[in-house]
């Protein structure tokens, strides 16, 4: 399995609060990404990162920000938590395809489940 | 903007038969990588099986098939001799090639639940 954690697990927060969720990586991949799940969405992207300090949007990062300023560790805040963003959300890493010796899919970690009253 | 449309919310089979995941998308792109995953009650994301879009064979995994038809934007998985452990929810993804703009952005299906009875 690649090496990769989230944390917490499971957070509890109310709703104004700031949040931060970590995710870390053993793997030295270029590429980190947060997603988020909700029941008939799949996966959305939130954000991700293409190296130390180059991050981008995805399709729903209103209200979400992301920081790497290390290759391991890529950090997603929620400055004032909504109910809305009561989900679980999923980091996962990739490296480049035209990296040698490396394939391209991504790799999840276990997810956080975030719940906002 | 792509878009991946799983049609079957949830299916189910008993073991040791064959079910297929139906999965359509739609991109103005020519070369681009589809997936599935796998999340079973664990909710860990398991990659199941991947297909480039400049390959015309169609990709294996063991148990696990796809008939890929691109001219139909069609990307479908079959799942033989079906074993309880197989019990998923299963989503289809989609990601531009290499050389395009957004490059490993996922673009994920609502997904399909299966349950496998025995």
């Known amino acids: 399995d690649a090496g990769i954690t989230q944390s917490p697990r499971h957070k509890v927060t109310e709703t104004g609060t700031p949040v931060t969720l970590r995710c870390h990586q053993t793997?030295?991949?270029?590429?980190m990404y947060w997603y988020r799940q909700d029941p008939g969405h799949g996966l959305r992207l939130i954000h991700y990162?293409?190296?130390?300090?180059?991050?981008d949007k995805g399709e729903v990062s209103d209200g979400y920000s992301v920081s790497r300023s290390k290759t391991e560790d890529f950090l997603l805040t929620l400055e004032s938590a909504t109910s809305s963003q009561t989900s679980v959300y999923f980091c996962?890493?990739?490296?480049?395809?035209?990296?040698?010796?490396?394939?391209?899919?991504?790799?999840f970690g276990p997810g956080t489940r975030l719940t906002v009253t | 903007a792509q878009t991946v449309t799983q049609s079957q919310p949830e299916m189910s089979v008993q073991e040791a038969e064959t079910v297929t995941l139906s999965c359509t998308y739609d991109?103005?792109?020519?070369?681009?990588?589809l997936f599935w995953y796998k999340q079973p009650p664990s909710r860990q994301m398991i990659l199941v099986i991947r297909?480039?879009?400049?390959?015309?064979q169609n990709a294996t995994e063991n148990r696990f098939s796809v008939n890929f038809q691109k001219a139909a934007k069609s990307f479908s998985l079959k799942i033989s001799d079906s074993q309880l452990g197989d019990t998923a929810m299963y989503f289809c993804?989609?990601?531009?090639?290499?050389?395009?703009?957004?490059?490993?952005?996922?673009?994920f299906g609502a997904g399909t639940q299966v349950v496998v009875t025995p």
């Open positions: 996962a890493i990739s490296e480049s395809p035209l990296t040698s010796g490396v394939t391209y899919e991504q790799y």
């Open positions: 793997e030295n991949h270029r590429y």
């Open positions: 990162s293409y190296g130390v300090k180059d991050t």
């Open positions: 991109t103005s792109e020519n070369n681009y990588y």
């Open positions: 297909q480039e879009a400049y390959k015309q």
């Open positions: 993804a989609f990601m531009k090639h290499i050389w395009a703009d957004s490059w490993g952005k996922l673009q």
